[in-house]
């Protein structure tokens, strides 16, 4: 192993493909598209990734229907005409060109889908597995803005799940049509698929309600959908979230869930956690660990990776949120909490973060105490500060961690 530890050393998933080190780009929406499509400044951004000495590099997340986006900025691949083909080929090829794989995340924004994003008109409501309001706090004001900004969502009938299924095999054979290497379902952060698995927004009685196994059966048909219309080196993977507020303290609902994607052959899991209720996902960055055990557990997750790790000890897991540094990184791998290391806002920052920061294929040797970076936290603007609504200023708090690492993506299609 070479000094630069493990993080460095290749990896094979059980689909056969190979990542030549564990550092994966996590996903992040890009915002850099026009009416859902790419064009070329998301050419430009990924082929500035592809230089980094990624083990992969996963998309932001492109949406399955193009009448539900997330933002009006995100990327759908619903219709494919060849200008579209063209763009996404470019886009993969950019990833793969020092060997990195290629991940498109797939997703359904779901209840989170906000006004004017996607193309479904004024008067269609949001889908979601019940029809449970988000909740960004109890006063009337915010109520009232959660109301016009994201309304009450529809109980998706078992025809619109099957639509979304299909949806979601469409968009991954257009990702192998184009080149890419696998896709990640995008199960966590609140999204559609997130809420099918939790019981406070999934209150169904149906096929897909009411047990932890029954809440997982969209994503098991939507992997089995996907099995049917691409080849079996194709990589098919989760994003979920760890059994963080959307479940009851000490609840083991999620662990049966993981059984249930693992039982399905999932080629790795990606753990994270967090909503736009909730953002823990984006929690601000605490300066590098001072003692050596806070630094060893840097990871926001990790806890939760290491009980999937007792259950499952051949799986592929992924860990993404908090890594900053290689000895971080390094422990959260010697300890079997994961076996990929998912980064995402350092990307933003430092796109070629593999070599400049942990040292791979670098020119000259970092040391372990070199080997991090110190991430500023986004401070967040007066005015959010002094809200009267508390509830409602820890989102958008963590919307302003987003926006600004947004702009960061932004900054690199112009550079
Ligand atoms: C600008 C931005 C956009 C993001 N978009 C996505 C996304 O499309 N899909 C996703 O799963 N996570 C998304 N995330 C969350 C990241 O993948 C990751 O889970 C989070 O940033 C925590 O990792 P970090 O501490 O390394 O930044 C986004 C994060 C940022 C900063």
Not at 137 to 152: Q, S
Not at 281 to 300: L, N
Request: proline letters at 4%; hydrophobic letters at 40%; one cysteine or more.
């Amino acid at each position: 192993m070479s000094e630069i530890g493990e993080v460095a050393t290749s990896l094979t998933l059980p689909s056969g493909l190979v990542l030549p080190n564990r550092l994966v780009k996590a996903a992040m929406a890009e915002s850099l598209a026009k009416n859902g499509r790419a064009g070329p400044e998301l050419v430009k951004v990924y082929e500035k990734w592809g230089q980094g000495e990624w083990g992969a590099i996963m998309t932001g997340n492109v949406m399955v229907d193009e009448r539900y986006m997330g933002s009006p900025q995100d990327t759908t691949v619903q219709s494919k005409n060849s200008v579209e083909i063209d763009t996404w080929q470019r886009i993969a090829r950019g990833i793969k060109a020092k060997g990195a794989l290629a991940l498109m995340q797939i997703n359904h924004p779901g209840r989170q889908s906000r006004a004017g994003a996607g193309s479904r008109g004024f008067l269609q409501k949001n889908l979601a597995p019940s029809a449970v309001s988000l909740n960004f706090g109890t006063g009337v004001v915010v109520k009232t803005l959660v109301k016009v900004l994201f309304g009450t969502p529809a109980e998706m009938s078992t025809i619109q799940i099957q639509t979304l299924i299909n949806q979601f095999a469409d968009a991954a054979k257009f990702a192998q049509q184009v080149g890419f290497d696998g896709v990640t379902i995008h199960a966590a952060h609140g999204y559609l698929l997130s809420d099918f698995l939790s019981p406070k927004t999934n209150t169904r009685t149906d096929a897909y309600g009411g047990t932890p196994e029954k809440r997982a059966r969209v994503i098991v048909e939507i992997i089995e959908a996907i099995r049917e219309v691409v080849s079996t080196n194709f990589s098919i993977s989760v994003k979920m979230n760890s059994s963080d507020q959307q479940y009851d303290a000490g609840s083991d609902a999620v662990l049966k869930q993981v059984d249930v994607l693992v039982s399905h052959g999932v080629d790795f899991l990606e753990i994270s956690g967090g909503s736009y209720e909730n953002p823990r996902m984006m929690r601000g960055d605490e300066v590098p660990a001072k003692s050596e055990r806070t630094q060893k557990r840097e990871a926001f997750f990790l806890d939760f990776a290491l009980a999937v790790r007792e259950r499952h000890p051949d799986l592929h897991l992924m860990l993404t949120g908090g890594f900053r540094t290689r000895t971080g990184m390094n422990s959260a791998l010697q300890t079997k909490g994961c076996d990929m290391i998912g980064i995402g806002r350092p990307a933003a920052t430092v796109p070629d973060f593999p070599r400049s920061v942990i040292g791979i294929g670098a020119k000259r040797d970092i040391s372990d105490a070199e080997a991090g970076l110190q991430m500023q936290k986004v401070e967040t603007p007066w005015l959010l500060k002094h809200l009267p609504f508390p509830e409602l200023q820890r989102v958008l708090v963590g919307g302003a961690e987003t926006m600004h690492y947004g702009q960061k993506i932004g900054e690199m299609a112009k550079a």
